[in-house]
């Protein structure tokens, strides 16, 4: 079965932009749990589209400062 939005990838809200971009880090069932620039959230694969080539890019810059200012895995 092929999983949309496995983890890694890179992920947008599809119903609002207050959010931001995320990366999928997790899967439990319809859910995804998604690393949003500002926050963790829990939320329904259903409501999670990909995320465009800029907003794939800024995640990927913030998590890259986030790992030089704090190491660790982001």
């Known amino acids: 079965m092929n999983t949309p939005h496995g983890p890694g990838s890179f992920v947008a ?3 609002t932009d207050v959010y931001g971009p995320g990366k999928v ?5 319809v859910h995804r749990r998604v ?3 500002h ?6 694969a259903c409501d999670l589209r ?9 995640v990927q810059e913030w998590l890259r400062a986030k790992k030089r200012r704090y190491g660790g895995e982001w």
């Open 39 to 44: 926050f963790v959230a829990t939320v329904r």
């Open 50 to 58: 990909a995320a465009s080539a800029r907003e794939a890019k800024e």
């Open 25 to 29: 880090i997790g899967v439990d069932g």
């Open 35 to 37: 690393r949003f620039v």
């Open 13 to 15: 809200h599809t119903g």
